[in-house]
């Protein structure tokens, strides 16, 4: 800095005119960024960072600058599978053997991306679960209330045909036998 008082400067050196050149740049300072301006010197303006860039030529396809992601959007774009995952896990609640087909594949393609996939691992195993329990109320099915359905019927005709006919009870039911054996 220079005293108003002794413009040559303390080792009697004159500032630099206006339209001289700066000079280079000081010991430590990047050589990449210009020097600051001098004292006197005419001020410039600062670089434009916010303009608007160069106008395509005619026909070409508009260039858009890339924008920063959204508040809690994903920076690296969406998960693999992640939409997949979701559908799995709502069918998984009715069409179980669908969801756990499409929520090991879902799986498959988050792993392959490198990322966590929760929704498809819950339909795996709320699918696989309801699948399981699923076959088990068939089997009881299959096995006790056929059979026993199956029984009752034969007691009823049974019943039917030892009466000759009118209305019967069967095990405290009142059954009309004219409906069961339609003579």
Not at 13 to 40: K, L
Not at 69 to 94: C, E, H, N
């Amino acid at each position: 800095m220079t005293d108003p008082q002794n413009p040559a400067g303390p080792e009697g050196t004159q500032p630099p005119a206006a339209n001289e050149p700066p000079a280079a740049p000081a010991y430590g300072a990047p050589a990449d960024q210009p020097a600051p301006p001098a004292y006197g010197s005419a001020p410039t303006a600062p670089p434009a960072y916010d303009a608007a860039p160069p106008a395509a030529p005619y026909g070409a396809a508009p260039s858009y600058a890339a924008a920063p992601p959204a508040y809690g959007a994903p920076a690296d774009g969406p998960i693999p599978g992640k939409t997949m995952g979701i559908v799995a896990f709502v069918l998984s609640f009715f069409a179980q053997l669908i969801a756990l087909i499409l929520g090991v594949v879902a799986l498959v393609q988050s792993r392959k991306a490198g990322h966590k996939n929760g929704f498809a691992l819950a339909a795996i195993i709320i699918s696989s679960v309801l699948l399981v329990l699923g076959i088990i109320a068939l089997i009881v099915i299959f096995a006790i209330v056929i059979p026993l359905a199956v029984q009752g019927t034969e007691q009823v005709i049974d019943a039917c045909i030892a009466a000759g006919g009118g209305i019967v009870e069967v095990n405290g039911v009142p059954i009309d036998c004219t409906e069961v054996l339609d003579y």
